[in-house]
């Protein structure tokens, strides 16, 4: 079996996770780098300005060089991450140049909200009917995805990766650099903004990118983000791992509710019903729902380092023992696959 998946080609994202698991369960995985192929295919794409005014014409350049790869490649499953560069008529040309090959999509986002293009716009809504499954992150967008004319709709966990979120050792050097309190990992946005100032006067943290827009954090933000090993350290190094989940996210989870636990970091987390049944609360991880919540917890938790590892390590120990790695999530597109390739 050869899998192509399309997307970018960074050894942090989703794509070069399940790319890894492909190979682990011994499937040969390819990844298309969409967002490389189309700055090569025409040089304006490559200013952010012009890509934000003009992204469809551009994009209309990147279309015939896509089908071109996949079309070389003749792989038999097509596993498409988001597919926001993707016309639906290039879908319908690879599927007349590869009758047999079978589409696939996982949308790491809400297709129904476009605020943002890369986040959704009509090229997604519209290809929702062309791909032979289509799956999503979060168990309340199936339905509204079988409405919109998918084939078939599944639910498709976030997971944790071995390669890049592990536990490590770290030395006092380290301990000093990377740790803290609080630590919170991720880009600036309104809504973590928000959240975060009602904890600005803890001894906190913050990595991530765009951090300038919110004045009142200045102190706070360590003016670069963090990923793999450096994610790892940091989870290890500070007392609290602050998991916000964003409106989009809600009432399911997103990609740190398995990170931080992979790191064996003790994660604080927006409270739903979803996550808590991934870790169960106040055992394997803990969660909140406003933030007098939110500052209780972490006020308890600084002053019980004892009970606050022991619930690191039962979260630690849960991942382990359950079906949450991108290694067990190929598989199950691979089980899907294998039911449905005669169809």
Not at 55 to 72: D, G, H, N, P
Not at 147 to 174: F, M, Q, T
Request: one cysteine or more; aromatic letters at 14%.
């Amino acid at each position: 079996m050869k899998i192509v998946l399309i997307s970018n080609s960074v050894k942090e994202g989703m794509a070069g996770s399940y790319s890894r698991g492909f190979l682990e369960l011994n499937e040969k995985a390819e990844i298309i780098d969409d967002d490389k192929l189309y700055k090569e295919s025409v040089f304006l794409a490559r200013n952010k300005y012009l890509h934000h005014l003009f992204w469809r014409f551009l994009a209309s350049f990147f279309q015939k060089r896509l089908i071109e790869r996949i079309v070389s490649e003749k792989p038999d499953l097509i596993f498409i991450f988001k597919g926001w560069l993707v016309k639906p008529k290039t879908m319908l040309e690879i599927k007349k140049e590869l009758p047999s090959v079978k589409l696939f999509n996982l949308n790491t986002d809400n297709p129904f909200n476009t605020w943002h293009h890369s986040n959704s716009n009509s090229w997604i809504i519209k290809s929702i009917p062309l791909y032979d499954a289509y799956f999503t992150w979060g168990k309340f967008l199936v339905e509204p995805i079988l409405k919109a004319g998918a084939k078939r709709a599944g639910y498709l966990a976030c997971g944790y990766d071995s390669y890049l979120h592990h536990p490590v050792s770290i030395n006092e050097k380290e301990k000093e650099f990377y740790g803290s309190d609080i630590a919170f990992i991720g880009s600036w946005d309104e809504e973590r903004e928000v959240w975060l100032e009602y904890l600005k006067d803890y001894d906190l943290k913050i990595w991530g990118n765009a951090w300038q827009k919110a004045p009142k954090l200045k102190k706070n933000w360590q003016r670069r983000a963090v990923s793999s090993e450096e994610f790892s350290k940091v989870c290890s190094a500070s007392k609290i791992v602050i998991n916000v989940l964003r409106k989009q996210n809600m009432p399911a989870h997103n990609m740190r509710t398995f990170e931080v636990p992979a790191c064996k970091g003790f994660m604080l987390s927006t409270r739903t019903e979803e996550q808590k049944g991934f870790f169960k609360e106040a055992e394997e991880a803990d969660y909140f729902s406003n933030p007098e919540e939110l500052k209780e917890k972490i006020d308890f938790y600084l002053k019980n380092n004892e009970l606050r590892q022991k619930i690191a390590a039962a979260g630690y120990k849960r991942l382990l023992n359950s079906n949450y790695s991108y290694t067990d999530r190929a598989k199950e597109v691979i089980e899907i696959y294998k039911n449905i390739k005669n169809d």
